[in-house]
């Protein structure tokens, strides 16, 4: 049944400005939907899916239901996958203009070049905002419904203030952590906190939501900063926190130890620590315990060389991020398709280790799809975002089950999991409105902002490219050095040398 005629979408329209509420119908695909009774997620095919302004309100076994409300848009999903929108719990949305420069980057040399502590006078405000918004326009074509921004680009409040509106306008569902850090001289921790209540009373935003992130636990963990920090996360009923966690030989800190010694994770806040690797069996249990989150970020922790050795053995306390998304990929499938053969080489390396066959298979593709979704929503403290089921979210990716990376599939997990790419995501809908319809993101004036946005990366680009990279010789962190890093060539004899 091909219903969606110019003729009933303006008639679909009409209905929602008299009644002033909008429905559709997602009719006849198949819908990767959650169980909430069994924790598991339920197949159907051919079923449908209604949407009543920003929720979902019905799921059924049919693909042509009786009794919906009149003036329903009804789209046709038949040969279509129907999966929830995906969940990135850790990016820096403002880095988009720096694209494709770091490509062979590392975590020391991000830090001198594109890091939030020297990229300042790069950006005038008007950049950020350009920045921010095209690299959220990137994220929700690639499926991406939901973000947890870890905003370090809080240099003036022109530039704080910016990022958030950028965020708001996006349309994207966007946890906006406004990093507290000391930017200035007269715009530090005290100032940003000012701030952050005034934004906190006076914005508006049905997707965008302002919280918290903070990097200073570890470093500077009985200074007035870190109590102000506190006390508003005490005071201000702020949804979520976030925080920057590595050890290993970065000595980073601000691990689940370190919050919980500060009294900062027995709180209902929820908390996301993102990339926490070498964590140790005490962290883990905090994690457990709090009910607190990580934020694994498999291409990030590979690409900057900061790895993740033991944040296969916290998966059920753990979400996917994406991280400097100028560096690589955008998606969350691609993190999740990563993560799921890390965590698989993990466990048989163990296997491997005693001279042992593998018997089968250690991670299956549900539990990176569940890791991808509704993991990501858990950590947000947000049980209805990342799945399919009444009450929960419009939030929604529709893939084409026809294309030629997905036909003949039969597993709609598998399928989206390990064949699907962003080309397959057809249409993608945040609280209830296509954000993506047919192949092409529809959101207000792209053109215009593509426009704008090449000035700004080409300018900024130009200053990066005259920019010497940084030494990276000797003594980066008191205590450890740069190590020796062999090259890998494929040009036989000489090589190419780089
Ligand atoms: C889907 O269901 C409709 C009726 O609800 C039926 O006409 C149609 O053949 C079904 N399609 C498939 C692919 O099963
Ligand atoms: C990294 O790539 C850039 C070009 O993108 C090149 O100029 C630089 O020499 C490379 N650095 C290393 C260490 O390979
Ligand atoms: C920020 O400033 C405070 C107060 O001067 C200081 O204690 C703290 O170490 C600083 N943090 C960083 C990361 O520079
Ligand atoms: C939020 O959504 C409601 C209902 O659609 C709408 O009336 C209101 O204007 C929206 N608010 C903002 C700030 O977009
Ligand atoms: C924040 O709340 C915790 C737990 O209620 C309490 O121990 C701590 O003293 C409070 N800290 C501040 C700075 O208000
Ligand atoms: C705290 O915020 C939540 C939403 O994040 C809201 O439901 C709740 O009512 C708020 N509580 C107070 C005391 O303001
Ligand atoms: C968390 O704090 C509450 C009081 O606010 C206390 O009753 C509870 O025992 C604490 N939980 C843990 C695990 O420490
Ligand atoms: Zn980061």
């Given at each position: 049944?091909r219903?969606?005629?110019?003729?009933?979408?303006?008639?679909a329209?009409?209905?929602?400005i008299?009644l002033?509420t909008c429905?559709?119908l997602?009719?006849?695909?198949?819908?990767i939907?959650?169980?909430d009774?069994?924790?598991?997620?339920?197949?159907?095919?051919n079923?449908?899916l209604?949407?009543?302004d920003?929720r979902?309100?019905?799921?059924f076994?049919?693909?042509?239901?009786p009794?919906?409300?009149?003036?329903?848009?009804?789209?046709?999903?038949i040969?279509?996958?129907?999966?929830?929108g995906?969940?990135?719990?850790h990016?820096?949305g403002?880095?988009t203009?720096?694209?494709?420069?770091?490509s062979n980057?590392?975590?020391?040399?991000?830090?001198l070049?594109?890091?939030?502590?020297v990229?300042?006078p790069?950006?005038?405000?008007?950049?950020?905002y350009?920045?921010?918004?095209?690299?959220?326009?990137?994220?929700l074509?690639?499926?991406?419904?939901?973000?947890?921004d870890h905003?370090?680009h809080t240099?003036?409040?022109?530039?704080a203030?910016m990022?958030?509106?950028?965020?708001?306008d996006?349309g994207?569902r966007?946890?906006?952590?406004?990093?507290?850090q000391n930017?200035?001289?007269?715009f530090?921790?005290?100032?940003?906190?000012?701030?952050?209540?005034?934004?906190?009373?006076?914005?508006?935003?049905?997707?965008?939501?302002l919280?918290?992130?903070?990097?200073?636990w570890?470093g500077?963990?009985a200074?007035?900063?870190?109590r102000?920090?506190?006390?508003?996360?005490n005071?201000?009923?702020?949804?979520?926190?976030?925080?920057?966690?590595?050890e290993?030989?970065w000595l980073?800190?601000n691990t689940?130890?370190?919050?919980a010694?500060?009294?900062?994770?027995?709180?209902t806040?929820a908390t996301?620590?993102?990339?926490a690797?070498?964590?140790t069996p005490?962290?883990?249990?905090?994690?457990?315990?709090y009910?607190?989150?990580?934020?694994i970020?498999?291409?990030s922790?590979?690409?900057?060389?900061?790895?993740?050795?033991?944040?296969?053995l916290?998966?059920d306390?753990?979400?996917?991020g994406?991280?400097?998304h100028f560096?690589?990929s955008?998606?969350?499938?691609?993190?999740?398709?990563?993560?799921l053969?890390?965590t698989?080489?993990?466990?048989?390396?163990s296997v491997?280790?005693?001279?042992e066959?593998?018997?089968?298979?250690p991670?299956?593709?549900?539990?990176?799809?569940?890791?991808?979704?509704?993991?990501?929503?858990?950590?947000?403290?947000?049980?209805?975002?990342?799945?399919?089921s009444?009450?929960?979210?419009?939030?929604l990716?529709?893939?084409?089950?026809?294309?030629?990376a997905?036909?003949?599939?039969?597993?709609?997990?598998?399928?989206v999991i390990?064949?699907?790419?962003?080309?397959?995501?057809?249409?993608?809908l945040?609280?209830g409105?296509?954000v993506?319809r047919?192949?092409?993101?529809?959101?207000?004036?792209?053109?215009g902002v593509?426009?704008?946005f090449?000035?700004?990366?080409g300018?900024?680009?130009?200053?990066?490219?005259?920019?010497?990279?940084p030494a990276?010789?000797g003594s980066?962190i008191p205590g450890?050095?740069?190590?020796?890093?062999p090259?890998?060539?494929?040009?036989?004899g000489e090589?190419t040398?780089?």
């Amino acid at each position: 049944m091909r219903i969606p005629t110019i003729d009933l979408r303006v008639a679909a329209l009409l209905y929602c400005i008299t009644l002033s509420t909008c429905s559709i119908l997602l009719s006849g695909g198949t819908i990767i939907s959650f169980d909430d009774a069994t924790s598991c997620l339920r197949i159907i095919e051919n079923g449908s899916l209604l949407i009543t302004d920003d929720r979902i309100t019905s799921i059924f076994d049919t693909s042509t239901p009786p009794n919906i409300p009149p003036g329903t848009e009804i789209i046709d999903c038949i040969n279509k996958i129907i999966s929830p929108g995906f969940v990135d719990t850790h990016r820096h949305g403002w880095q988009t203009v720096f694209k494709t420069l770091g490509s062979n980057t590392t975590l020391a040399e991000y830090l001198l070049r594109y890091g939030s502590g020297v990229a300042a006078p790069l950006f005038s405000p008007d950049d950020l905002y350009i920045s921010q918004l095209t690299g959220i326009y990137e994220a929700l074509n690639a499926g991406v419904t939901t973000i947890l921004d870890h905003a370090h680009h809080t240099w003036t409040p022109e530039h704080a203030a910016m990022g958030l509106k950028a965020s708001a306008d996006s349309g994207a569902r966007v946890f906006f952590g406004y990093a507290f850090q000391n930017s200035s001289a007269d715009f530090g921790v005290p100032e940003q906190i000012a701030q952050w209540k005034n934004l906190k009373s006076s914005f508006e935003s049905n997707t965008t939501d302002l919280v918290i992130a903070y990097d200073d636990w570890s470093g500077n963990p009985a200074g007035e900063n870190t109590r102000a920090v506190i006390d508003l996360i005490n005071t201000s009923n702020v949804s979520v926190l976030t925080t920057h966690s590595l050890e290993g030989p970065w000595l980073f800190g601000n691990t689940p130890t370190t919050l919980a010694t500060l009294n900062i994770l027995n709180t209902t806040t929820a908390t996301i620590m993102s990339h926490a690797s070498y964590l140790t069996p005490r962290d883990a249990l905090l994690l457990r315990t709090y009910n607190k989150h990580i934020s694994i970020t498999p291409e990030s922790e590979m690409h900057h060389g900061f790895l993740h050795p033991t944040s296969h053995l916290i998966l059920d306390q753990a979400s996917l991020g994406v991280d400097t998304h100028f560096t690589f990929s955008t998606d969350i499938l691609s993190q999740a398709r990563l993560w799921l053969q890390t965590t698989r080489a993990l466990i048989y390396q163990s296997v491997a280790d005693r001279w042992e066959i593998p018997s089968k298979s250690p991670f299956s593709v549900t539990q990176a799809f569940l890791l991808a979704t509704r993991n990501g929503g858990l950590a947000l403290g947000r049980p209805d975002l990342g799945v399919i089921s009444v009450g929960a979210k419009a939030d929604l990716v529709i893939f084409d089950g026809r294309s030629p990376a997905l036909l003949g599939w039969r597993d709609a997990v598998a399928a989206v999991i390990l064949h699907a790419g962003v080309g397959d995501m057809e249409s993608v809908l945040v609280d209830g409105e296509f954000v993506k319809r047919e192949g092409k993101l529809v959101v207000d004036g792209y053109e215009g902002v593509k426009t704008r946005f090449l000035e700004a990366a080409g300018r900024i680009q130009d200053v990066l490219e005259k920019t010497p990279l940084p030494a990276q010789e000797g003594s980066v962190i008191p205590g450890y050095t740069y190590g020796y890093i062999p090259q890998a060539d494929v040009v036989r004899g000489e090589g190419t040398g780089y």
